[in-house]
């Protein structure tokens, strides 16, 4: 799976962008944009081809998201952690979840209810100058429910790699939004994970 994250700032041509992401086969579009009114995140979404709209996730603004027909919802590290607290108040079987993690082993704690998760960061973030690569364990993963999604500083020319190392799929937003063709770079990034032996999808 190849999923792409907005940038956190509004872009002219970004809706453009997405339904040109979508119909070169990217699987999902998150919308990260906090802070952002919902009259500018409702003319984003409005932009965006209806038929894509299943495959939206948004990472706040949760209710409204609902209200106004999306199914899938992201959870920051802090808003999971404040969602637990109040015992998953409110989960719905019929929705998607997913959430971010930083290790292996507060990504084994995650229960089944998120579909996926991000951890982060891979590789030295494009986006965040002082966001440098982590180091993680794959041998201690533990969690069967909940596919892994690595985050951070991927690109064509590791993109293939994050799959070896053994996540289940690539999450990409600078090498997508700090490119001056970002359709081209999107279609560099999929022809590579296609070209990785028993890459795993869901």
Not at 103 to 122: G, K
Not at 137 to 149: G, M, P, Q
Request: charged content about 25%; hydrophobic content about 40%.
């Amino acid at each position: 799976m190849l999923i792409v994250i907005s940038d956190s700032d509004f872009r002219s041509d970004e809706a453009k962008v997405v339904n040109e992401l979508f119909q070169a086969g990217l699987d999902l579009f998150h919308i990260r944009k906090y802070g952002a009114s919902e009259e500018s995140l409702l003319k984003l979404i409005n932009e965006i081809s209806a038929e894509y709209h299943s495959r939206l996730v948004i990472h706040h603004n949760h209710e409204w998201g609902r209200a106004i027909g999306l199914n899938r919802f992201h959870y920051s590290e802090i808003d999971r952690k404040a969602w637990k607290e109040l015992n998953w108040i409110g989960l719905r079987s019929e929705v998607i979840y997913s959430t971010s993690v930083h290790s292996i082993e507060e990504y084994n704690e995650l229960p089944d209810h998120f579909s996926y998760a991000f951890l982060s960061p891979v590789f030295d973030s494009i986006s965040k100058a002082d966001y440098k690569a982590g180091t993680f364990d794959f041998a201690k993963r533990r969690n069967k429910e909940t596919k892994l999604i690595g985050l951070g500083g991927i690109q064509p020319d590791n993109v293939n790699q994050t799959i070896q190392m053994g996540f289940d799929g690539a999450a990409l937003l600078g090498t997508i939004w700090n490119n001056t063709d970002p359709i081209n770079e999107w279609n560099l990034c999929r022809d590579a994970m296609h070209r990785v032996p028993n890459k795993l999808t869901f």
